[in-house]
């Protein structure tokens, strides 16, 4: 148990539609980070937030936004879905942002995301 | 930027014996590099990390790995793997000034009884 709970743990969607995923960070943690890990592939930085801020983006489209609230609670939230868009969803807690010594990133179990 | 390289997507080895993941990275600067493991159908758990100081780094059930600044790995071993080990594990790295890993593709290892 890490502590960081991500629902739901499987969806459902058809081309086109919108998905909000939701991501509870570990209590103390001021930093999420969202990565999508496709089939058979390591998890890819989608953005990090910080205190309520982006504070880096990966390669995706702006069609993936989030948001992080004041309990440091996150969404990712994707519109225009595509089937390349079929992964697992990943978020990460940590108490400050990835790279600062010593920070370990906690991770929720993910959500599985399937686009038809 | 930084990148992974994992060089064995797939390896299986019988119970009790020993075992070596390989991972290589490149990047232009200091980096801190870490081994997570992947059991099906969750999340990544933090097996070990190097931040600076010894190169020999141990981490939970068994599993240690080295850095190698001249060759540009980390390789992750375990004496003796167990049935339990059969998981996924992915290399990443960061800096100190990154916000992000870069994860290698992984490798699946298969512990046979």
């Known amino acids: 148990e890490t502590g960081v709970t991500q629902s739901p743990t499987h969806l459902i969607k058809t081309r086109g539609q919108q998905v909000t995923l939701r991501c509870s960070s570990q209590?103390?943690?001021?930093?999420v980070s969202w990565y999508q890990q496709a089939l058979g592939q390591g998890p890819q930085f989608i953005f990090q937030?910080?205190?309520?801020?982006?504070?880096g983006r990966g390669n995706f489209p702006p069609r993936f936004s989030g948001l992080q609230f004041p309990n440091y609670s996150s969404e990712l939230n994707v519109n225009a879905l595509e089937l390349d868009d079929s992964a697992l969803y990943l978020c990460?807690?940590?108490?400050?942002?990835?790279?600062?010594?010593?920070?370990?990133?906690?991770f929720g179990q993910g959500t599985r995301l399937t686009v038809v | 930027a930084q990148s992974v390289t994992q060089l064995d997507s797939q390896v299986p080895v019988f119970e009790e014996a020993p075992v070596e993941l390989r991972c290589n990275y490149s990047s232009s600067v200091s980096v801190y590099l870490f081994w997570y493991v992947q059991y099906p159908n969750q999340g990544l758990q933090l097996l070990l990390k190097y931040l600076s100081g010894s190169t020999l780094v141990k981490g939970i059930n068994g599993f240690e790995a080295e850095f190698n600044k001249s060759q540009t790995s980390f390789h992750l071993r375990k004496p003796s793997v167990h049935i339990s080990d059969t998981a996924e594990y992915f290399c990443a790295v960061t800096t100190n000034t990154g916000n992000q890993f870069y994860f290698g593709t992984g490798t699946s290892l298969t512990v046979i009884p």
């Open positions: 990460a807690s940590s108490l400050d942002r990835v790279g600062i010594m010593n920070t370990e990133a906690f």
């Open positions: 937030y910080y205190r309520e801020e982006e504070n």
């Open positions: 209590s103390g943690h001021n930093t």
